[in-house]
């Protein structure tokens, strides 16, 4: 896009050549007349054709005159036709090309010089070759015979003065816009001076031998670059670091690129990047930068960060600690209450009996939230260790159907399990693969109504173990499905999350990443959910048989 100090001077130029062409016209259109007039007064012989000839010669500087005039702009390649025309015409009535009139084959450059359009030049060109020829096949053919030697003294004078004038004042301006064109570009080279001097980086052109030919901006001291020019372009790096921007020149040369971080000489303290990027066979440009902000800024960051995971840390092996201490009265009160509701000393009156279950549930309830927060806080604190052994995985998910069918009668929900017939065999830890379980089967029976299903699945499936638990409870949202996995994020309303902790997904996550697997969960609202793990904990690589329906024990 031209800008506007460009436009201007554009403007400027073509109305220097309007008023050049305008006066070039009228003293073309005034040497005509003032011919015809001498001419026709004189009495010579052949003075009425010579006349016409100077007739025709001067209508298109009518034209261009009229053009002027008028202000318009275009137009100018059909006066290019009728200069040639007339100059054609001209010539042939007084001799062809050798005769007085024969400059006047020039008469299309003439004009296209004092246009002031360059693009009309070829066609100029073009136009004069073409009336040369004419001219000078007329001259040779011996067409119309030239003039008298009194009126073709006239015509030649004519002929010299109008085209020489045409000329020179193309020569003259053009000698002005080459000058304007100068000073514009002197101008745009001292504008883009001053923004390569102001930006906030270092830019260098650098010399084959390491020298830096030209600096703009400011150096990393806040000097100006200029002061660089001539010095060794590693200077810039403190000296126990110079052969790092040596490499990286070489580099820069041999593969087109370079980049590097090194300690500025003026600034021991600091940090500084440079970017090297070849610009010809042998020169390299560099761009710069104070890093040393940008340092400061991560290094806070950092400090920030490891603040943060050492109080994350804290936390976990705070809440570790008190797991462990809750957990010590908490047996004691649960077996205490077991004891009551047994009636182990004695029989009891059936409000105390009621009285003992109700502290035995809740105790119950309480030490399996304690438990979750405890094995969480161990998986945060990178400080839970696998049990890992080999067993036949069947046997576990077993125990969880028959520790969970009377939660699942009571709720009124079916729970069924898919096993393999043939044992499966997998290195894992039993404790986990059973929490995991549990964990599964128990948050499904929690969002699974009256008379829903839930189908917990058992298999060898790519070469990893899959376990799948399957209900036909109320889904979740997309949005939470992706949340619950996290730690202590919950899903339902609020009388479902004040059952638990949100613990129980994330611990079945941690234990799968834990044995090298991960958790998948695929749900919909009111289709009911999908929780799939898949661990690489199979103990041999064969395929087991199929998977048979079995009843929960």
């Excluded at 590097?260 to 042998?282: C, K, N, Q, W, Y």
Aim: one cysteine or more; proline letters at 5%; glycine letters at 12%.
């Amino acid at each position: 896009m031209n800008s506007p100090s460009r436009q201007v001077r554009a403007r400027r130029g073509a109305v220097n050549a309007s008023a050049e062409g305008f006066w070039w016209n009228a003293a073309w259109l005034a040497a005509c007349v003032a011919g015809v007039v001498v001419l026709l007064a004189s009495g010579w012989a052949d003075a009425g054709r010579t006349a016409a000839a100077l007739a025709i010669g001067g209508l298109p500087a009518l034209a261009g005159l009229g053009l002027a005039i008028s202000g318009r702009r275009g137009g100018r390649r059909a006066l290019l036709v009728c200069w040639t025309l007339a100059a054609a015409a001209a010539v042939l009535l007084c001799g062809g090309a050798l005769g007085p009139l024969g400059v006047w084959c020039l008469a299309p450059l003439a004009f296209a010089a004092v246009s002031g359009r360059p693009r009309l030049t070829a066609a100029a060109g073009a136009a004069v070759l073409g009336v040369l020829g004419l001219g000078l096949l007329s001259s040779l053919l011996g067409g119309v015979a030239a003039p008298a030697p009194p009126a073709a003294g006239l015509l030649r004078a004519v002929a010299l003065v109008t085209v020489a004038g045409g000329l020179a004042l193309g020569l003259v301006g053009l000698t002005r816009r080459f000058a304007q064109q100068e000073r514009a570009a002197l101008g745009e080279a001292g504008k883009l001076r001053r923004l390569a001097d102001e930006q906030p980086a270092l830019l260098l052109d650098l010399l084959p031998d390491g020298r830096i030919a030209a600096a703009f901006g400011r150096t990393l001291d806040g000097a100006g670059a200029m002061t660089l020019a001539g010095q060794p372009f590693a200077h810039l790096a403190a000296p126990a670091e110079r052969d790092l921007l040596v490499e990286a020149m070489a580099e820069a040369r041999a593969r087109g690129q370079a980049e590097r971080a090194f300690t500025p000489a003026s600034d021991p303290e600091g940090m500084a990047e440079v970017r090297l990027r070849r610009i010809g066979p042998l020169r390299v440009l560099a761009v710069v930068v104070d890093a040393g902000a940008r340092r400061r800024r991560e290094a806070v960051l950092e400090a920030a960060r490891v603040e943060a995971e050492q109080q994350n840390a804290g936390k976990s092996r705070f809440l570790a600690n008190m797991s462990h201490e809750l957990r010590t009265p908490l047996n004691a009160i649960m077996g205490f209450s077991d004891i009551m509701r047994s009636r182990l000393f004695g029989p009891l009156s059936d409000r105390y009996a009621e009285y003992a279950e109700l502290i035995h549930e809740s105790g119950g309830h309480l030490l399996d939230l304690i438990n979750d927060v405890l094995d969480m806080s161990k998986i945060e604190a990178e400080r839970f260790d696998l049990a890992r052994e080999v067993f036949d995985g069947r046997e576990a998910i077993t125990a969880v159907l028959r520790l969970m069918r009377g939660q699942a009668d009571r709720a009124g929900v079916q729970l069924r399990g898919v096993l393999p017939r043939e044992p499966l065999d997998i290195d894992a830890d039993r404790r986990a693969l059973k929490q995991i379980a549990l964990n599964l089967v128990s948050n499904a029976l929690k969002f699974t109504p009256r008379g829903g299903a839930v189908t917990v699945g058992l298999q060898a499936a790519g070469g990893q173990l899959e376990l799948v638990v399957a209900d036909t409870g109320t889904g979740m949202s997309a949005q939470d499905a992706a949340r619950v996995g996290r730690p202590y994020e919950q899903a339902g309303d609020a009388e479902k999350r004040a059952v638990g902790t949100g613990l129980g997904l994330s611990l079945v996550r941690s234990f799968a990443e834990l044995h090298g697997g991960d958790m998948f969960i695929e749900s919909a609202l009111g289709e009911g959910t999908t929780v799939t793990v898949r661990m690489p904990v199979l103990a041999e690589a064969e395929a087991p048989a199929p998977a048979v329906p079995a009843e929960a024990p």
